[in-house]
């Protein structure tokens, strides 16, 4: 599987982006796909993910409510739209996949994922 994150870009406090992870290879379905940011001096931390199985979708509590996941079955495709950005939330984010349909308890772990986009950089200015 490829997954092939863009979307990232400068944007000021307020703002809005939306995020793509194209996966080729494989189909998501029945899969797990997330979002992990990562910032300097920090470990890569969880932001959301989609169980494609029941189109479950979890989220970290730091975006909950201002972030949303969606998914293209036909595009093999997830989506993060990203509104009220924070600067706190300027990081690489990187799209994940897993073949396994991961329970509550496990799908915020990156060692649950197998498959990893190169990173996609979002900018939050103050």
């Known amino acids: 599987v490829q997954l092939q994150a863009s979307g990232g870009g400068l944007v000021q406090a307020g703002g809005s982006l939306r995020l793509s992870c194209a996966g080729s290879?494989?189909?998501?379905?029945?899969?797990?796909t997330a979002w992990f940011r990562r910032t300097p001096g920090k470990e890569r931390e969880f932001v959301g993910a989609?169980?494609?199985?029941?189109?479950?979708?979890f989220y970290a509590d730091s975006v909950k409510g201002r972030f949303t996941l969606s998914g293209d079955n036909a595009r093999n495709t997830m989506y993060l739209q990203m509104n009220s950005l924070k600067p706190e939330d300027t990081a690489v984010y990187y799209c994940?996949?897993?073949?396994?349909?991961?329970?509550?308890?496990?799908?915020?772990?990156?060692?649950?994922?197998?498959?990893w986009g190169q990173g996609t950089l979002v900018t939050v200015s103050s």
């Open positions: 994940a996949a897993s073949p396994s349909s991961w329970i509550s308890g496990v799908i915020r772990q990156t060692n649950r994922y197998d498959y």
């Open positions: 290879g494989r189909t998501f379905t029945s899969s797990t």
């Open positions: 989609i169980r494609w199985s029941d189109n479950n979708k």
